[in-house]
């Protein structure tokens, strides 16, 4: 029987890098984008027009014979850092979601991937390791994005209680090449190179390459167990070490000044509204500098005994990102 792979959110960073690996493996792929998109697919992929948030749009999409069979990721979501209520990225994140469960029901996939996040899992206390949850509740995580994925994250494992072979993956900051849309870290790394950035922040986080968390989708696909949650961390850096990495790899002059995040919450609001009149993602806002300072120590130890996860080098993933801006006229 023919496996057909069907990638939600394909335009995106992470989805088109999904594509890319599953049309290296030789894979048969759909991928969706919104009406009027104008992102390219990798070629190799065959593009359907439609919106999670209209199901009857996505009936082509699924659409398949007896002799086929569909393996769904559902790449497709509203990465959100603002402090301010949206309706899109609810609509988004949690009902189109439920959309999505019913379609796959409906064509009886054979398997579906969910990429959820790490902020849907609940934070411990500083010094604790994060590991997986199957018990997930918006009101015990922070901020709008999380709350919606920790919502959208429980109707996926209610789904596979209810005999949908449906799975999990938690991947934390995505950084890495491929970004045509400039997510808030690829416009971190822009920035650095065009000395636009004069100030750092102190705090970290988890930082993981895009390739890295589409290979371990690819492997959730072919060994992940249904009703089954895992984590695609890479490793903690701090803001200071993260950019004086992209000095070396980029051979720009470091960042001197670190500004306590006390101080940063200050102006934070003043960033929101400077981005917003730039329609720019916003590079710092209050939720961010919390996030910043959140338990970020993760672990990916499941995913990588279940099927071999190993994410690679911060410095590496720096390094690709900046030829990769460089190579398309983004930066000098």
Not at 131 to 142: A, I, L, N, S
Not at 258 to 265: E, Q, T
């Amino acid at each position: 029987m023919k496996t057909i792979y069907l990638v939600t959110g394909a335009a995106g960073h992470l989805g088109s890098t999904v594509v890319r690996a599953l049309l290296a493996r030789g894979e048969t792929v759909r991928g969706l984008i919104l009406p009027g998109e104008t992102s390219p697919l990798p070629d190799g992929c065959r593009p359907f027009s439609g919106d999670v948030c209209a199901p009857m749009s996505l009936i082509p999409f699924f659409h398949h014979t007896s002799e086929e069979s569909l393996v769904v990721i559902h790449c497709a979501g509203v990465v959100s850092i603002s402090s301010h209520f949206d309706k899109k990225v609810y609509d988004v994140n949690v009902l189109g979601t439920r959309n999505l469960l019913a379609l796959c029901r409906q064509f009886q996939v054979q398997k579906l991937v969910y990429v959820s996040s790490v902020h849907a899992i609940p934070e411990k206390p500083q010094g604790e390791t994060i590991t997986e949850t199957d018990t997930f509740d918006p009101h015990k995580v922070k901020g709008l994005y999380a709350q919606t994925k920790a919502q959208a994250t429980k109707l996926v494992l209610e789904a596979a209680e209810q005999g949908l072979p449906a799975c999990v993956v938690h991947p934390s900051g995505i950084l890495g090449p491929y970004d045509v849309g400039h997510g808030h870290l690829t416009a971190l790394v822009r920035d650095y190179c065009r000395h636009q950035l004069t100030a750092g922040v102190k705090g970290g986080y988890d930082f993981v390459d895009v390739r890295d968390v589409a290979a371990g989708i690819l492997a959730c696909c072919d060994k992940g167990q249904p009703g089954s949650c895992y984590i695609l961390s890479g490793q903690y850096s701090s803001v200071r070490r993260l950019l004086d990495t992209l000095s070396r790899v980029s051979g720009q002059k470091p960042i001197r000044t670190y500004l306590p995040l006390w101080f940063a919450k200050l102006t934070a609001p003043l960033s929101e509204l400077y981005y917003k009149l730039r329609r720019e993602p916003p590079l710092y806002t209050a939720y961010s500098l919390y996030t910043l300072s959140s338990n970020a120590c993760f672990s990916h130890e499941k995913a990588t005994k279940a099927f071999g996860y190993h994410p690679r080098p911060l410095e590496e993933t720096l390094q690709d990102t900046v030829q990769w801006l460089r190579g398309h006229g983004k930066i000098a």
